[in-house]
């Protein structure tokens, strides 16, 4: 991390880091791995390793015959575009799982930007890069700020702000009844144990409640992020 590099493990992370040429070099068991030699003709420096090499240069037990090396992807408020549609905001998030997932669903569903803030995990980890299944490389990734900063710059950029909440005052489905999620939005995440912190929920400018219909008590956090993130998509898919 000292070298402003992190480790990519998997064929579906390298896969990804190739086709964002962000691949700098690739360590494998086979060396006539289909995607190691893809990367050698790219000219990346390609590196035959026993399995206990390759475990000891990864993070999993159990890896899976290729471990690459790629630049850091994480950016600050200059990476955002001028002119979102839609935000994932992650706020003092640390489940690398969550995380991770939260930023492939929102690569899925098109969104413009994913944003952890100051005290969420680093998405360079092995768990969130594992769970972000190359996504990493599919949309900026702005960390370390402060939630408050990152609202003023979002709002500044014309979007909306919704927070997620069980006690919202709004229902996610009246607002997409009501072509509220048809604008430009960002969307504020926080923890599955506390939420939104109390500094950050009220600067919301509504406060979203998902419709729990059955007898669960709540959804956990990349489900609601799929939920948020889907409405918000295909109501702009309906209003462009």
């Not at 995990?121 to 990493?136: E, F, I, N």
């Not at 370390?144 to 702000?161: I, K, T």
């Not at 489905?173 to 009220?202: I, K, M, R």
Request: glycine share 10%; aromatic share 2%.
């Amino acid at each position: 991390m000292a070298e402003r590099r992190f480790v990519v493990e998997g064929p579906q992370a390298v896969r990804e880091a190739l086709a964002a040429g962000a691949l700098l070099e690739l360590y494998a068991v086979d060396l006539d791995d289909p995607l190691a030699r893809a990367a050698a003709a790219d000219g990346i420096p390609v590196v035959a390793v026993s399995e206990q090499v390759l475990r000891a240069i990864g993070e999993t037990v159990t890896p899976q015959g290729l471990v690459g090396v790629a630049p850091l992807v994480a950016a600050g408020l200059e990476a955002l575009p001028r002119r979102p549609r839609l935000v994932a905001v992650l706020d003092a998030v640390n489940d690398p799982g969550n995380a991770g997932t939260v930023l492939r669903t929102a690569a899925a569903a098109g969104a413009d930007a994913v944003v952890l803030t100051t005290g969420s995990t680093d998405p360079h980890g092995g768990k969130c890069v594992r769970a972000s299944a190359g996504s990493l490389w599919h949309l900026p990734v702005v960390t370390d700020v402060p939630a408050l900063d990152v609202v003023a710059a979002l709002r500044a950029r014309g979007l909306q702000v919704l927070a997620t909440s069980g006690t919202g005052d709004d229902d996610l489905d009246d607002l997409a009844d009501d072509g509220v999620l048809g604008a430009p939005t960002a969307w504020l995440f926080g923890t599955e144990a506390h939420g939104l912190a109390p500094d950050v929920l009220p600067v919301a400018d509504r406060r979203v409640r998902i419709p729990l219909r059955g007898r669960a008590e709540s959804l956990n956090l990349a489900a609601a992020a799929a939920v948020c993130l889907y409405a918000s998509a295909r109501a702009q898919r309906e209003r462009p």
